[in-house]
Structure formats: C-alpha cells, structure tokens
C-alpha cells in the first residue's frame, strides 16, 4: 500500500515542480447564511434594520484562484422574513435558476468556474434588489490569478466597499428617489476617518514603500465613485481587478455602481492619504478612509484574514 501511494506523490511532485508557480485549480465549498439583523451604521453605535450575509456588511470575502470550481451555497436564515438571492458577479450562470429566490428555512446551491481573475461584486438580486443591496446584502469575491506573478506582490490588502445609506430602510420609493443621506466605505460612516469623525477608532494601515493593494466594489446602490487617495497616487489600476487592465499613474478612477477595481498605493514617506470618492457630497458625508503610513505600522494589519477591517 506504501509503494502504491508514493508513486501518485512522486508524479504530483514532478508535475508541480513543472508547473512553476501556477495554481492548481480546486473545488472551493462556499456557503453565506442570509441573516436580517441590527448592526451599527456609525462610529457612535446608532443601529440601522439591515440585511446581511453572515450577519455582516459587507458579507464575508470570498476569495478563491483563477480556475477554481466553486461549489455555493445559500441558506435563508428561518428566522428571517425575505426571500434573498445571491448573484456573483465572477460567475457565468443561468439569472433565472442559479439567482433564484430562497425562502426563508430553505437554501439553494449551484456551481459556478472562476474563470476571470479580479475583484468582484456580489449581492443580493432578489426583489425588490434595490433594497436588498441598499439594506447590506453585499461583498466582494477575490478571484486570484493562477499565476501569482501576473501582478507584483502586494505587501498589504485591504477590501473597500462603497455604498449610500438610505435613513429609511422600509422605503424603496425613497431608494428609487435617490434619497441618500451619507455615503459609506464597508457599511459604516466615516468608518476609518478619525480625522472627521472623533469616534472612529479604526484606520487603514501601511509603512513607506510598501505595495498596499486596496480591492474596491462600489455596491451603490446609485452613486458612481470617483475613486481618489487624496495626497497619493494609485501606481496601478486593474479594471475589474484583472491582470491585464493595468493602468499606470492615475489620480482617479471612476467606479460605477456594480463594478469593481483593484488599485495599488505605494507612499515614499510617512504621512497619510486620505481614500474618498471624489464626488463630494459623497465624501463628506462618509466615504473617506484614512491610509496611516508610518514605520510602525500594525505587523498584522492588512494581511491574512485582516484584509476587511472590521
Ligand atoms: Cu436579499
């Protein structure tokens, strides 16, 4: 039996060492619960009536490589009292069979190939959609290259999502208005801006000459982004976070709503960029981030698990 399994080890041995740093392509299980609770929507702790994805907004990254099988599932929380839906904007699928409607106490499932690498948007698509997104039923799915030189190596990540907050959650008339309030990066506002708001504790973190790669899906659920790091400049820009729609030296990238990019930042010196959209209406009532580069910059932030700062 020993012999036997060593020769499959050997030839997978060989195999790998042939294949360089390409990624073998795997099944990736994926499940989200969709829960309906109360979270914070400020650094003070006012709550908000909103519907999630693993009762959080945004919902859980996803994060898989180029070429991965992966195997999805919903489940619809029992004590929920919507049917929701999940559209993942990195598959090619059936709108009407695989985004279909789960009720509560139920759970659908479908199969999808990541076969674009990038950064992707997924959400909720049941109806009314419009509420459901704006409600916080959104995240991002990280679709690795399976050629992990195809961009240079980023020394930290960090996942943004932008999105508006709408004061009453029950009312799609307002949503369909156009009735926002404030403008938010990952559900919250002024989230990681101590500067204006004296309740944020949370900051993004980085040291000088560090390749930070920041994964940006703008959730709308109207507003278009202008995507700016005030006193920075993005060194790349990846439409749709993909390899090869690399874009060099920007000031500003427009994000619309249902899109996503992926942007590198790289600072000579200490000092912070201020991230914002540069539609200011939108930036001064929430959507600045504050990027702190400094040599002493937190070890852990923005690696592993701590790409979206909670
Ligand atoms: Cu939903």
Same mark, same amino acid.
């Given at each position: 039996?020993?012999?036997?399994?060593?020769?499959?080890?050997?030839?997978?041995?060989?195999?790998?060492?042939?294949?360089?740093?390409?990624?073998?392509?795997?099944?990736?299980?994926?499940?989200?619960?969709?829960?309906?609770?109360?979270?914070?929507?400020?650094?003070?702790?006012?709550?908000?009536?909103?519907?999630?994805?693993?009762?959080?907004?945004?919902?859980?990254?996803?994060?898989?490589?180029?070429?991965?099988?992966?195997?999805?599932?919903?489940?619809?929380?029992?004590?929920?009292?919507?049917?929701?839906? +999940? @559209?993942?904007?990195? *598959?090619? %699928?059936?709108?009407?069979? /695989?985004? !279909?409607? =789960?009720?509560?106490?139920?759970?659908?499932?479908?199969?999808?190939?990541?076969?674009?690498?990038?950064?992707?948007?997924?959400?909720?698509?049941?109806?009314?959609?419009?509420?459901?997104?704006?409600?916080?039923?959104?995240?991002?799915?990280? +679709? @690795?290259?399976?050629? *992990?030189? %195809?961009?240079?190596?980023? /020394?930290? !990540?960090? =996942?943004?999502?932008?999105?508006?907050?709408?004061?009453?959650?029950?009312?799609?008339?307002?949503?369909?208005?156009?009735?926002?309030?404030?403008?938010?990066?990952?559900?919250?506002?002024?989230?990681?801006?101590?500067?204006?708001?004296?309740?944020?504790?949370?900051?993004?973190?980085?040291?000088?000459?560090?390749?930070?790669?920041?994964?940006?899906?703008?959730?709308?659920?109207?507003?278009?982004?202008?995507?700016?790091?005030?006193?920075?400049?993005?060194?790349?820009?990846?439409?749709?976070?993909?390899?090869?729609?690399?874009?060099?030296?920007?000031?500003?990238?427009?994000?619309?709503?249902?899109?996503?990019?992926?942007?590198?930042?790289?600072?000579?010196?200490?000092?912070?960029?201020?991230?914002?959209?540069?539609?200011?209406?939108?930036?001064?009532?929430?959507?600045?981030?504050?990027?702190?580069?400094?040599?002493?910059?937190?070890?852990?932030?923005?690696?592993?698990?701590?790409?979206?700062?909670?």
């Amino acid at each position: 039996m020993k012999a036997l399994r060593t020769i499959p080890t050997l030839l997978f041995a060989a195999a790998a060492l042939l294949a360089g740093a390409q990624a073998y392509a795997k099944t990736v299980k994926v499940t989200l619960t969709a829960k309906e609770v109360d979270l914070p929507i400020d650094n003070k702790g006012t709550m908000y009536r909103t519907w999630t994805f693993d009762g959080q907004v945004p919902g859980t990254v996803v994060r898989v490589t180029e070429g991965d099988t992966v195997e999805f599932t919903l489940i619809n929380d029992k004590a929920n009292k919507n049917s929701h839906s +999940v @559209d993942f904007h990195a *598959a090619r %699928a059936d709108v009407v069979k /695989d985004f !279909e409607s =789960v009720k509560p106490g139920e759970q659908g499932s479908y199969t999808f190939t990541a076969d674009y690498p990038g950064v992707f948007f997924y959400h909720c698509g049941a109806d009314p959609m419009i509420q459901h997104i704006a409600r916080g039923m959104y995240g991002a799915i990280i +679709v @690795d290259p399976k050629d *992990a030189k %195809a961009m240079p190596k980023a /020394d930290r !990540e960090y =996942v943004l999502i932008q999105s508006e907050l709408y004061p009453n959650p029950d009312s799609q008339a307002d949503m369909m208005a156009n009735k926002w309030s404030n403008v938010m990066f990952n559900g919250s506002i002024f989230k990681y801006d101590p500067v204006h708001d004296p309740n944020a504790s949370r900051m993004l973190q980085a040291k000088p000459g560090e390749r930070v790669r920041i994964y940006f899906v703008n959730a709308g659920v109207n507003e278009f982004s202008s995507f700016h790091p005030i006193a920075g400049i993005w060194d790349r820009v990846y439409s749709s976070g993909n390899p090869k729609n690399v874009q060099v030296g920007l000031q500003s990238f427009v994000v619309g709503p249902g899109d996503a990019a992926t942007f590198d930042l790289i600072s000579p010196k200490e000092g912070a960029n201020a991230i914002v959209t540069h539609s200011l209406r939108g930036a001064l009532s929430g959507a600045i981030a504050i990027m702190q580069f400094s040599n002493d910059a937190d070890p852990k932030a923005g690696k592993g698990d701590n790409i979206l700062v909670r």
